[in-house]
Structures are given as C-alpha cells and as structure tokens.
C-alpha cells in the first residue's frame, strides 16, 4: 500500500500488540505519525482503536513491541507532551468549572497566572465564559464536552489524541471543534484522532490508518489512497427501482442508499455505457464520476478478509 | 508542584469544603464541649444543694459526738454539708419516735433520720430512713462518717485517744515507680489510655472518612475521571496523592478535636480545681515530648496504611455498593488492633507485644500504648514507623496496577486468580 516515508514521526508504534486474556485486541500494529499532520485512526467498533491510544498514552502497557514519542520510549513523562481526550468522558462532577481546568493545568505544570489566562482564553472560545463558577454537573452534555476538550488542549501539546471527538456533539459544536482542530494544525500542532465515521475522516485529516479485528489494513496520505484507487466509482442520483442497477453492465458492487447509490466500476468498464444503460430504465437525476469513498476503500480492503461483514456493519454504523 | 502533591491538594480541598466534614470536625467537639459545660454546673449546683438536715437517734447513746465530728465537712460555699439534730428515744419509745420523725420526714423538717442501735459496736448497722435514698454521693459521706464516728469510738474504749487519734485514721498512699534504662521514674499510669485514644480517634477518623474516600476511588473510575487524569499523572501518582490528600484532611480534622478537648479539658480542670475536687488531675501523666510526636506520628502513618487498604478495595471493585461490602473487613484489622491492646498492656515487653507493635497494621494502637509503659528503645519505635512507610508504599504499588486494568473493566467483581492476571497484565 501506499508506504510513502512521511516526514519525521513524532508518534510511532512498531509491532505492537496487546490480548485481553484470549482475546487479541491488536496484534503487530506499525504506525508512523508523521509531525504536524491530523492523522486518523479509522477502523469499526471493537477494532482496537482505543486499545492503541491507550497504550500510546502509557494508560495500557502493550505485550509486545516499541511506541516511541518524540523519538523517546514511551514514558509516564512522554504524558506531558500530549493532549489526550479519551473515548469515554468524564469530569468531577461536584467541582466548580474554574476550579477543575486550574487542577489540570496545574498537572500539565502551567503557573497560576498563565493558566487563569488560558482557562479564561478558551471558556472564551467555546462560549462557555459565563459558566466558570458553576460546578460541573450543573452543565449539559453538550457543554461537558467542550470542557473534557479544553482539559485536552490546555497545556498547549505538542501531540494531541482525540478519541473518537465528535461523538456527541450537535452539528454546530462539531462544526465549532472542526475550526479549533484545523487551526491547531496551522499552528504545527500533531492531531491523531480516532473515528469510526469515515466521512468524518475525510473531510478533516490528511493521513489516515485503516485498522480492523487489531491490524492494520492500510495507511498513509489520503490523497495518495484515493488516488491509487483510481476513478473507479460513479455516484448515480435517480428516482426509481435501484433494482436494476446489480444487474447493469460493468458494475462490480453496488451501495444502494435509496435516493442515491454508489456504483463501484469494474476493471476496464465504460461509465457512458452505464450512463446510457440506465438511463432507459430508470430517471437519473445526477451521474458523478469520482474517487472511491474511504468507506468503499475500506470494505475493499478488508473485503479479501474474512470478517468483511461485521466491518462493514459497523462502519456504516456512523451515517 | 509535583504532580503526587497537585492532586492531593485537590482531594484536601474537596473533602475539607464538605458539608459533612465541616459539620462532624466542628459539631463533634461542639457537642462533647456543651456536655462538658453541662456537667460542670450540673455538679456545681448539685454540690450547693447537697445539704442535709438530719435526725439522729442514737440509742448506743455514745457514736453521736463523733458522728457530729466526722460530718463536719463544709462545702465551696462556707456552709456546713450536714446539721445533725439528736433525738432522744429509748428502745421501747422507738417506733412511736420513728413514726413522728416520718412525718416530719415527709412534711420536709428533715432530709431523712438515722437510727444507731444499741449494740452498733458489734453489729456495724445502722438504718438511714429519707425520701431520696438514691443520693450516692451523700450516702457514700454518711456511710464513711459512720465507720470512722464507730471506729473512733471503739479506739476511745479502748483507751486510745487525744492526739494519737489522727494517726490511725492517716491517708495511705502507695507510690508506683517504673524501672526504665535511665534510672526510675514515676509513673505514667494514665498514659496507657493514650494508645487507646489513638485507636479510638483513627477508628472514628476511618469511620467517617475512608468509606467516603473509597467510594471516591470508586467514583472516579466508574464516571472516568480517571482516565482523563492518568493522561497526566501515572497510577501510583494519582492514588498516592489521593491517600495523602484524605489522610491530611483526617489529621485536620483529629487535630480539631484534640485541640479542642485538650482546650475542655483544661477548662473542667480548672472548674474541679475551684470547687476543690482536682483528685483526677493527677491521674494526667507528664509525658515526655516523645509521646506527643510519636502520637501525631503514628496517627498519620496509621490512617495511610488504612486509607491504602481502602484505596486497593476500592481499586477492585467496580460499585459503590460493593465497596460498602468490602470495607468491613478493613474496619476489623482496626478492631483486633484495639483488642490485642489488652494482651501488650499486661505484658507490654514480651516478644508477643514487641512483634505484633511493629506489625504496621497494629502498630498505630499497640506501639502507642507500649511508649509510654514500656519505653521501648528507639530503634522499636523507628522500625514500627519505618514499616509502617513501607506498607503503605508496597500496598500503593499492588493497588496501582490493579487499579490501572481495574478502571477499563466494569462488571463483575474479579477473583482471586483474575486479580493475579490483573497484576501481570500492567
């Protein structure tokens, strides 16, 4: 696959593996995150997405092989350099909400004045100022949320983990998170986060890894991915039966979502013979010639394997 | 800062901004403090009013002027306790005569009447008729009046009297002298109590803050926190800084109530000295400076040992409910502590004591007691804290891996063998 040797990595785990009891969670994971990139883990539930953050964050010890950070073994000091939002959230509730982010700043070894000024900076940001002396569990979901976020991006790291960031928030807050992250990036911040919605993906990183049941199934830059793909695929919008699109000449696999589908070509296939094809059967309101989706990318990939259908399952999980 | 310290100052501050712990730390004191003011004029007034206006019918015709003598006591206030009326009446005159001092009993003339039989110098009985005869204190004086007024009687027939009388009604006193290394000492007899209430305050300290804390343990894994904080600080760190945040709230809070009642107790001492009964003042043992530090000492070490233990319960469990279960068996290490007190008190320097002193789960109570009555030799007494240290740290050390596979799992409480997998999985 598309191995091309990425700038420095500043995150980089060879041969990793972890089992819980009989169960293998990742098995010989090499991933290489190159310095300032938003790179994304992608991979359905129960991939071992989490497991690897974890062990990136020193909060598992992995059974076998090396993570290094910064070109350093991972350490409990290695912490310091990374911003980490894990998966499942949670904040002392009975805490006031200034109180709570000076205790992780003080963690993160901001002084005093500079973390009021940062604390101040970003309630500021999220509009969330006025909250500052009500306590934790008076606030809702939505703006916990944004508050685990500050916890992460607090110290100013270097390196930030986001697991699985989105989830939970309404589209204005993520659309919100979208800027802070790609702002984050101008300022040459590293950005690894975890996401099993591949449009997500595609829309916010530049390096992407496909992992599935702990291994890797691809990686590298996305724009390298899908153009190796190929222009293999057409979205075709239509009102009618879709029926007829299985059985239409060149077509290898079909995604039919009911207003739209996406058509995989196969090798060598003419798309204006498609075009014509349907064209008499059904009413087609839009054609698109365009890159394979990630998804697509991914269910071919892991196609090959065995486990196909449960990845499939959950990927589309996300839509 | 380092990191073990910003996160204790965080549980100190949590915990001491509590209600519940602002209410026990001041109301506990507050309340002992009331009973003690309570008591004090209870006593006082009661001590005023403890006059007695007594008949007494003395058919030996003989004990009543030493009687009269006897009870002669006066009280804080200058007046005499007991005015003693002799009522004449001959043997076969008595009931008629106790049938009027009755009513006069009953119409309030008398506190009550005395009878003194005749042959009071071989029986050593004699009847108190009142409407109140419940009132120890004065029943107590009357009864001790009696038995001298009797004796001194008895020493007069025999021809004993004048100035060689005091000398047999002298006061004995025996002196207890403790053989220590550096040559004898008076002893410290009160002292011993000292190793109880370090028990006795680690045991209320324990009660009222460490299931507290481990449901806070608990909490942090279940509404995962913890996570969050592990990306900063490692296990050990974070449970470390937790066991020393709670154990400096619980110093807090015992010192609040030491202080405070050292404060009463000096308060009711100066009250008993006024009104003359400082008796049990010198029951308080002077006490060298090294009780007091190992006191504070061993209270500290003692409530880090427990509050780890808590610490590694509450890593395991997975529900509040279930750390409610767990933490009896805790509270019973203390217990036996408290019990095993009785065997190092009588032999407080018999290989038994000095081992099960420097055992660090005992040693807050049984070492404190064996200081002050078995001056154990300094190294003893370092060992019990160094141990004490180590405990703790080895204790942090299990409960920090378990704790670190401990807040991914929920579920099912692990056993024993998934604990050992627990342990080699970190």
């Known amino acids: ?319 | 800062m380092n990191k073990t310290l910003i996160v204790a100052k965080r549980e100190y501050l949590q915990r001491v901004r509590t209600k519940g712990f602002v209410i026990f730390t001041v109301l506990l004191p507050a309340i002992i403090g009331g009973y003690i003011f309570f008591i004090v004029a209870v006593v006082s007034k009661a001590g005023a009013n403890a006059k007695a206006h007594l008949a007494v019918v003395d058919l030996s015709h003989q004990v009543f002027p030493a009687l009269r003598h006897e009870l002669s006591d006066k009280l804080p206030n200058g007046q005499r306790q007991f005015r003693l009326e002799e009522v004449a009446a001959t043997p076969a005159a008595l009931p008629a005569v106790e049938a009027r001092l009755r009513r006069q009993v009953l119409a309030g003339k008398f506190t009550g009447f005395l009878v003194i039989p005749a042959d009071v110098l071989q029986s050593n009985l004699a009847q108190y008729h009142a409407k109140n005869v419940a009132n120890f204190n004065l029943l107590g004086t009357m009864e001790h009046g009696l038995e001298s007024a009797v004796t001194r009687v008895r020493l007069k027939n025999a021809g004993i009297a004048g100035a060689q009388l005091p000398q047999f009604f002298a006061t004995f006193h025996l002196h207890e002298l403790k053989v220590t290394a550096s040559g004898e000492s008076k002893n410290t007899g009160g002292a011993v109590v000292l190793g109880y209430i370090l028990g006795f305050l680690l045991y209320f300290v324990l009660i009222i803050n460490g299931v507290t804390f481990m449901r806070s343990v608990v909490e942090e894994k279940t509404n995962r926190v913890a996570e969050v904080v592990l990306a900063s600080v490692d296990a050990f760190g974070l449970l470390m800084g937790k066991v020393i945040g709670v154990a400096g709230a619980a110093l807090t809070q015992a010192l609040v109530w030491v202080v405070s009642l050292a404060l009463f107790a000096a308060y009711a001492g100066a009250a008993s000295l006024a009104a003359g009964k400082a008796g049990w003042m010198k029951q308080v043992p002077h006490l060298g400076p090294m009780v007091y530090v190992s006191f504070v000492v061993l209270f500290l070490l003692g409530f880090l040992v427990y509050a780890s233990l808590y610490a590694a319960v509450g890593a395991i469990v997975s529900s509040e409910q279930e750390a409610q279960q767990s933490q009896m068996p805790i509270t019973l290490l203390l217990v036996a502590a408290l019990l095993m007190g009785f065997t190092v008190l009588t032999t407080p320097n018999s290989i038994l004591a000095v081992v099960l002193s420097e055992i660090p789960f005992f040693a807050p109570v049984l070492m404190m007691m064996r200081i002050p009555i078995a001056n154990p030799p300094l190294w003893q007494i370092v060992l019990s804290w160094a141990l004490c240290a180590v405990a703790v740290w080895l204790i942090m050390k299990v409960t920090s891996r378990l704790y670190r596979v401990g807040i991914l799992m929920t579920g099912k409480r692990p056993n024993l063998p998934e604990l050992m997998r627990w342990l080699r999985y970190s």
Not at chain 1, 19 to 38: K, Q
Not at chain 1, 61 to 79: C, F, L, T, W
Not at chain 1, 86 to 103: A, I, N, Q, S, W
Not at chain 1, 109 to 118: D, I, Q, S
């Open chain 1, 1 to 319: 696959m598309a191995e091309a040797e990425p700038r420095q990595a500043i995150v980089r785990l060879t041969g990793v593996s972890k089992a819980y009891g009989t169960v293998r969670a990742v098995s010989g994971l090499d991933l290489a995150v190159p310095e300032g990139a938003v790179y994304g883990l992608l991979g359905p539930n129960g991939s071992g997405k989490t497991t690897t953050i974890r062990m990136i964050m020193n909060i598992l010890v992995p059974d076998a092989g090396q993570i290094e950070i910064q070109n350093r073994p991972a350490d409990a000091k290695s912490k310091d350099a990374i911003g980490y939002l894990p998966e499942e959230r949670g904040l002392y509730t009975k805490m006031k909400v200034g109180d709570l982010l000076h205790f992780f700043a003080e963690l993160k070894g901001l002084g005093k004045a500079e973390a009021t000024r940062r604390v101040n900076d970003w309630l500021e940001r999220v509009e969330l100022a006025e909250w500052r002396d009500k306590k934790i569990n008076e606030l809702s979901k939505g703006m916990q949320q944004k508050i685990q976020f500050i916890v992460s991006v607090l110290g100013d790291p270097p390196i930030l983990i986001l697991d699985e960031p989105s989830s939970g928030l309404d589209p204005v807050n993520a659309n919100l998170l979208r800027e802070i992250l790609l702002e984050l990036r101008t300022r040459g911040k590293t950005i690894l986060l975890s996401t099993h919605r591949m449009e997500e993906a595609e829309r916010l990183c530049d390096h992407i890894c496909l992992i599935h049941r702990g291994e890797k199934v691809l990686d590298g830059e996305l724009a390298a991915i899908r153009a190796a793909a190929g222009k293999s695929s057409a979205r075709v919008d239509y009102r009618g039966d879709g029926g007829v699109l299985r059985t239409a000449p060149g077509v290898a696999e079909v995604d039919d979502y009911g207003n739209y589908a996406e058509v995989r070509l196969a090798p060598g296939a003419d798309a204006a013979v498609l075009l014509r094809y349907l064209a008499g059967r059904i009413e087609v309101t839009g054609f698109a010639l365009q890159e394979p989706t990630l998804n697509q990318i991914f269910l071919e990939a892991v196609g090959g394997r065995e486990a196909a259908a449960p990845a499939a399952a959950g990927s589309r999980e996300g839509r």
